[in-house]
């Protein structure tokens, strides 16, 4: 690939809960990032990338105004902002899983409150605001919402009669003593363009060429690669039993009536699919990470 000196994008990074799990995706993904604990500005191992660390929260209004060309950052703050920005890609993976995560309101336990109609002139503290807003509005429900500063869910009931919470399991709400009511929202972690850099062929092929990279990266989080020797005589059984991708790869192996495979397979499966294919007849079975897997 040809490399034009000075030619760059800027890209804005999340900082906080989401900064851990996008720095490793992105090394999956083959981008080296140096952070600094004094620096907002972190090196990259790519000429042609200028990144910044921002709060998730605040990425979507830098890329509407053209402060960066994309960032990475949830579907929840490009909702909260009202951003116009172009959704390159949809990534679903958070701080702790690969599932979305959940926005959800959420009252005391002991609480007689079981559905948003109860929140009428009842006060609602939360992150997020505007969204939550939005929210009581379609369920025509006057309520006091503030923004809160954090340690939201210590603020039921003494303080606020509900909560709008972020959540990926519940269990910290559980522990808090509180109940969910309803789901306001999902989101996933997106990687979003300014509409102005998408228009630029340059940038828009560079910020593609991240995106499908970031992709490969995260389908390949939860799958490992196996290979093994089968004997002809053996393989119906064997192909019966692994799935694959699309189809499995088989190969002659210099021993006569021998052949060799390779899948991919879900992770969470493959303990008990190695006993299977031993018991089918599967030799030499060599189970390897993935780094990325590109459709």
């Known amino acids: 690939?040809?490399?034009?000196?000075?030619?760059?994008?800027?890209?804005?990074?999340?900082?906080?809960?989401?900064?851990?799990?996008?720095?490793?995706?992105?090394?999956?993904?083959?981008?080296s990032i140096a952070v600094s604990s004094r620096s907002y500005f972190p090196s990259v191992d790519d000429a042609e990338i200028e990144a910044v660390l921002l709060r998730a929260q605040e990425l979507p209004r830098y890329v509407e105004?053209?402060?960066?060309?994309?960032?990475?950052?949830?579907?929840?703050?490009?909702?909260?902002?009202?951003?116009?920005?172009?959704?390159?890609?949809?990534?679903?993976?958070?701080?702790?899983?690969?599932?979305?995560?959940?926005?959800?309101?959420?009252?005391?336990?002991?609480?007689?409150i079981s559905s948003v109609k109860g929140l009428n002139g009842k006060r609602i503290a939360t992150e997020l605001v505007n969204v939550t807003k939005r929210y009581l509005k379609e369920n025509k429900v006057?309520?006091?919402?503030?923004?809160?500063?954090?340690?939201?869910?210590?603020?039921?009931?003494?303080?606020?009669?509900?909560?709008?919470?972020?959540?990926?399991?519940?269990?910290?709400?559980?522990?808090?003593?509180?109940?969910?009511?309803?789901?306001?929202?999902?989101s996933t972690t997106q990687l979003i363009a300014n509409k102005s850099s998408w228009k630029n062929k340059w940038k828009k092929d560079k910020i593609s060429n991240i995106a499908l990279l970031l992709k490969g990266a995260i389908a390949a989080e939860d799958k490992v690669g196996l290979k093994f020797n089968i004997q002809e005589k053996n393989i119906v059984k064997v192909l019966s039993l692994v799935p694959s991708m699309k189809n499995p790869t088989?190969?002659?192996?210099?021993?006569?009536?021998?052949?060799?495979?390779?899948?991919?397979?879900?992770?969470?499966?493959?303990?008990?699919?190695?006993l299977k294919l031993k018991k089918a007849g599967a030799e030499a079975i060599i189970e390897y990470n993935l780094t990325k897997v590109i459709p």
């Open 65 to 112: 105004n053209g402060v960066l060309d994309c960032g990475i950052t949830g579907k929840d703050w490009i909702l909260e902002n009202n951003a116009k920005v172009i959704t390159v890609t949809d990534m679903v993976y958070a701080k702790q899983s690969l599932t979305p995560v959940r926005w959800v309101l959420a009252v005391a336990s002991s609480s007689n």
């Open 1 to 31: 690939m040809v490399r034009i000196m000075g030619r760059k994008i800027k890209i804005g990074l999340p900082k906080g809960s989401l900064q851990e799990s996008t720095l490793r995706m992105l090394k999956k993904a083959g981008f």
């Open 142 to 186: 006057k309520a006091e919402v503030e923004f809160s500063w954090g340690a939201t869910e210590a603020k039921v009931p003494e303080l606020v009669d509900a909560i709008v919470e972020l959540t990926e399991t519940g269990s910290s709400l559980r522990a808090n003593n509180l109940k969910i009511i309803d789901t306001i929202c999902e």
């Open 250 to 274: 088989v190969s002659h192996l210099s021993r006569k009536g021998w052949y060799a495979l390779e899948i991919i397979a879900q992770e969470k499966i493959v303990r008990d699919l190695i």
